[in-house]
């Protein structure tokens, strides 16, 4: 799409019909670019014109603020991030937690995480944190160390929000279609993560006796993207667990 401000996206390649309609999320401008085009187009719907160009700096002294707007809450931010995957939204509330009155940069945000990691006492010596969104051969973190995330968050104050924010298996979200009619089916809630040679789903599941597990699920292979079925097996055999059952045994191919 060409701009007559030199701005311009291509795309290439082939999608098959089959396929159907999907969302794709992308942030391909840069933040002068992106805040100029939509201030000019926000500025025209109301009627106005506007000349000169938007460039980076710093708040004059004695600036005079003419208007403001605040987002969404921020527990709408991470439900539609964690319902549909949205990973530019993802990239965003990452930077956003290390901006404060500064320009946002992706350190300080890692910076602001581990500081707010040691002071709950989670100390994950593997956790590497690249973009923010996943979308990074970079980024680790232990199966383990996920789970222990996943304890905390449950103690949280904002932990309904958490929960209500991942998809709801076989109801809505990335989960709608997957175990639907199945005995998992609206008894958990899974945020799910895939690239090449990577899947992986996490969340919280309830069992058949009302109680509530964290479920961390990871696999890093070539053939990754068969193992549907087993992060499948694992919710539906949470779901059907009574007490004093033990996890079955996994077979290696």
């Given amino acids: 799409m060409p701009e007559n401000n030199g701005n311009r996206l291509e795309f290439t390649g082939s999608y098959s019909a089959l396929c159907g ?59 539609d991030i964690n319902k549909f995957s949205n990973n530019v939204m993802a990239r965003q509330v990452f930077l956003s937690i290390g901006s404060d009155s500064a320009p946002a940069t992706a350190e300080r945000a890692r910076q602001r995480i581990a500081d707010w990691l040691a002071g709950r006492n989670l100390r994950f010596a593997e956790l590497v944190l690249d973009n923010g969104s996943g979308l990074s051969r970079s980024e680790r973190i232990s199966a383990d160390s996920l789970n222990r995330l996943l304890l905390d968050a449950w103690r949280s104050p904002v932990m309904p929000e958490f929960v209500a924010s991942m ?71 949470v779901a059907q667990r009574r007490a004093g059952e033990k996890m079955p045994a996994l077979e290696n191919e």
């Fill in 21 to 79: 309609e999907k969302p794709l999320s992308l942030a391909p401008l840069s933040a002068e670019a992106q805040t100029s085009g939509l201030i000019r187009a926000l500025w025209k719907e109301l009627g106005g014109t506007l000349n000169g160009q938007v460039r980076p700096g710093s708040v004059p002294v004695g600036a005079r603020l003419l208007t403001q707007h605040e987002s969404a809450p921020l527990a709408d931010a991470v439900r």
């Fill in 167 to 237: 998809p709801i298996v076989g109801i809505d979200g990335t989960m709608k279609k997957r175990l639907n009619g199945s005995d998992a089916t609206g008894r958990a809630h899974i945020k799910t993560g895939t690239l090449d040679s990577v899947k992986t789903a996490a969340g919280f599941a309830l069992d058949s006796q009302g109680r509530r597990h964290a479920v961390t699920f990871f696999i890093n292979h070539p053939r990754a993207q068969t193992g549907g079925a087993a992060i499948d097996a694992l919710l539906v055999w």
